[in-house]
């Protein structure tokens, strides 16, 4: 492998990419489009966390990382709970990579996911993740409406884990105004301040901030960019995480999924395209 390729690996049923360059190194499944490690090399300490007990096969959702909610997030499908897949489609099935090039300090690779139909979503529309990596990982998913006539509706989002020492030291900064918290009916509750973490944690904050920091013991450790949102959604399990088959029972302490996200419902008009981008420095 050089500097300016990548290289793809084959292993129970799926595939996996890495790409390498002077800046970092980013490592993908091309089941599910998704992201499993960001590593910049001036420290090497990946941003992102991914399940020990992550299932990689193609069997399921894979745990952690950066998985992709689209058309849809949650259960929020308009149909009863569990008749559709949460969050969607697009993170249970094989993408494929349309395009690569890369400087030598800055690689780009757009993937396309075999299929954007599926139960619950019938128009033809065009959607690519397209992949920055360097000194910050940028990510972008990216829906074109090719409809000549309809308008349709979509939510969607980066469903990053970001990898943390300890959660109980660890402060979301840069957030304000109000969230719907999903563990107490959708109550609609004030940002605390400081934002720290103490028990399961699942909301869905109402302003879209383009610029959040991760905290640890006083120190910056990510700072998060997003674009083409409306929410920002903030996930920790905590003790559920020992009822979930591929996570650990303290899994939790290690992460803190911090998501890039639509979920207000964008009518996308014909032709028109949005993009959804995350940044992580
Ligand atoms: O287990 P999944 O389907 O990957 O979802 C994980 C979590 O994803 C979050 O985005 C949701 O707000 C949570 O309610 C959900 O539990």
């Known amino acids: 492998m050089n500097d300016h390729t990548y290289h793809v690996e084959e292993k129970d049923g799926n595939r996996f990419v890495t790409i390498t360059n002077s800046s970092a190194t980013c490592r993908l499944s091309l089941f599910g489009g998704h992201i499993l ?40 499908h308009g149909k009863a709970k569990g008749e559709l897949p949460s969050h969607g489609f697009l993170r249970t099935q094989m993408w494929s990579i349309e395009q690569y090039e890369c400087d ?20 033809n529309c065009k959607v690519k993740l397209v992949v920055k990596v360097g000194n910050t990982l940028s990510v972008s998913l990216v ?24 959660i109980h030291h660890v402060k979301l900064c840069g957030m304000s105004g109000n969230y719907k918290d999903k563990l107490d009916n959708w109550a609609v509750k004030p940002t605390p301040v400081p934002y720290e973490f103490s028990s ?18 006083q120190q910056a450790i990510t700072s998060i960019g997003s674009q083409g949102h409306d929410s920002i959604v903030v996930w920790n399990p905590w003790q559920a995480a020992a009822s979930m088959s591929d996570m650990d029972a303290f899994g939790f302490k290690q992460m803190l999924c911090v998501e890039t996200a639509l979920t207000k419902g964008l009518m996308l008009q014909p032709r028109q395209s949005h993009s959804l981008t995350q940044i992580i420095e």
Request: proline content about 8%.
């Open 37 to 76: 490690s960001y590593i910049p090399a001036r420290d090497n300490r990946d941003r992102l966390w991914l399940s020990p007990l992550a299932v990689l096969n193609g069997d399921r959702p894979i745990r952690g990382g950066i998985p992709l909610c689209w058309p849809w997030f949650s259960d929020d």
């Open 143 to 166: 829906t074109e409406n090719l409809e000549d006539e309809k308008a349709f509706k979509i939510n969607c989002a980066l469903h990053t884990y970001f990898e943390v020492s300890n």
């Open 104 to 123: 030598g300090a800055l690689s780009e690779m757009v993937l396309v996911p075999k299929t954007t139909k599926g139960p619950g979503f019938d128009f």
């Open 200 to 217: 399961e944690t699942d909301r869905i904050h109402l302003e879209a901030p383009s610029s959040l920091t991760i905290e640890e013991n």
